[in-house]
Every structure is written in C-alpha cells, then in structure tokens.
T-cell receptor, first 113, second 112 residues
Framework: AQSVTQPDIHITVSEGASLELRCNYSYGATPYLFWYVQSPGQGLQLLLK??????LVQGIKGFEAEFKRSQSSFNLRKPSVHWSDAAEYFC???????????FGTGTRLTIIP | DVKVTQSSRYLVKRTGEKVFLECVQDMDHENMFWYRQDPGLGLRLIYFSYDVKMKEKGDIPEGYSVSREKKERFSLILESASTNQTSMYLC???????????FGPGTRLTVL
C-alpha cells in the first residue's frame, strides 16, 4: 500500500527566508508525486508534479521539488517566501494505472514579517 | 481550465437529517472523488466513481453513500447525519492522462 509522511505539522518562517517542506513516500513501483497548496477556505491547487525524467521539478509561484529515489523523498522548496505563501501544503503519491492518490496529513506554513 | 463546483460552501444540519452534497465538473472527466478533510488527518477518500452509475468505496465509506447518474455530477449522501461527520468535504475530478486531480472549493459541513 502506498503512504505519504509529512513530518512537520506546522512551520513558521520569516518573509524572504528560504523554505523546505519535507515529504517521504512509500510505494513499491515508480510513483507519481504531487504537491498541492490550500489557501484558507479554498480547495487544493496543484503546485507541481513529478512523473519521470528530470528529478528537479519546477512549479508555479516559484516553488520547486526534488525527487530522491534513494531517500524516498519529494521535498518542496522555495528560495524566498512571500506573505501570500501562508497556506497548508499537501504532498500526494499516485501510480500508473491507479487514479487514487494518497495524501499526507499536510504542513501548515505561517509567514512572519 | 477545469472547473469543479460544489453546491454549498457552508452547510449546517441537525443530527439525523439526510444531507446531499453536490459536485459538478465541466471537463468530461470519467473519474470523480469525494474526500473529507480533518485537521491532522489530511484528506481521506470516502468514495470514488469511475463512470456513470459506477462507484467504489474509499478508505472511510461508513455512514456515506454516493450517486452518479450523469457524468458531470457526483453526489455525496449522508443518510442520517451525525456530529462526527462535521468536516470539510472536497470533491475532485482527475485528468487520467497525467493523474492530476482538480478540486472544488469544498463544503464545510457542521452537524449539530
């Protein structure tokens, strides 16, 4: 069975600082990996996804993530956060031929001035 | 752009009431999903539909049923609402070419 772990429930960073959100997955085959963002009171919006190829993936809003098979990780990064990045972030894993995604429990990001 | 709409943003119901949550998508996607979202638990799949009149239980189907009479519409039904069903409910559809899911804005249901 596939699973996703987001070890950080809540992270606080200063505006302009760099950000890394951790995601570890468990899946037997090559996974599809996703990061979604949820602003307060909203649904989820896709930030970026990895299927194959280049392990460094660029997304929207200046985010990137790196797939590391040896560490079963897909961490999300941003070099300089903005106050508008305050939201909840979800990592998800899926697979070829399986439309169901498994989501992590989320990381809430707070930005301080 | 894919659009997924949910009939209500906020809903307040009483224990024992029958509750319908509606979801409509405009991209002709075959697969649709209902999730519930609770703090610290992330998104959990309630039911999944892969075609009209076809459905499959997710991880937490107890207390829920679904209806898919038309391709664009997927309804979640709480036959007899209970307070432990107070939650945020999210509907999603999927582009099967790349497994990307598209979400509605959510319905925050409170059962009193």
């Amino acid at each position: 069975a596939q699973s996703v772990t987001q070890p950080d429930i809540h992270i606080t960073v200063s505006e302009g600082a760099s950000l890394e959100l951790r995601c570890n997955y468990s899946y037997g085959a090559t996974p599809y990996l996703f990061w979604y963002v949820q602003s307060p009171g909203q649904g989820l919006q896709l930030l970026l996804k990895y299927f194959s190829g280049d392990t460094l993936v660029q997304g929207i809003k200046g985010f990137e993530a790196e797939f590391k098979r040896s560490q079963s990780s897909f961490n999300l990064r941003k070099p300089s956060v903005h106050w508008s990045d305050a939201a909840e972030y979800f990592c998800a894993v899926g697979a070829v031929g399986n439309e169901k995604l498994t989501f992590g429990t989320g990381t809430r990001l707070t930005i301080i001035p | 752009d894919v659009k997924v709409t949910q009939s209500s943003r906020y809903l307040v119901k009483r224990t024992g009431e029958k509750v319908f949550l509606e979801c409509v998508q405009d991209m002709d996607h075959e697969n649709m999903f209902w999730y519930r979202q609770d703090p610290g638990l992330g998104l959990r799949l309630i039911y999944f539909s892969y075609d009209v009149k076809m459905k499959e239980k997710g991880d937490i189907p107890e207390g829920y049923s679904v209806s898919r009479e038309k391709k664009e519409r997927f309804s979640l039904i709480l036959e007899s609402a209970s307070t432990n069903q107070t939650s945020m409910y999210l509907c999603a559809t999927i582009d099967r070419k790349n497994n990307e899911q598209f979400f509605g804005p959510g319905t925050r249901l409170t059962v009193l």
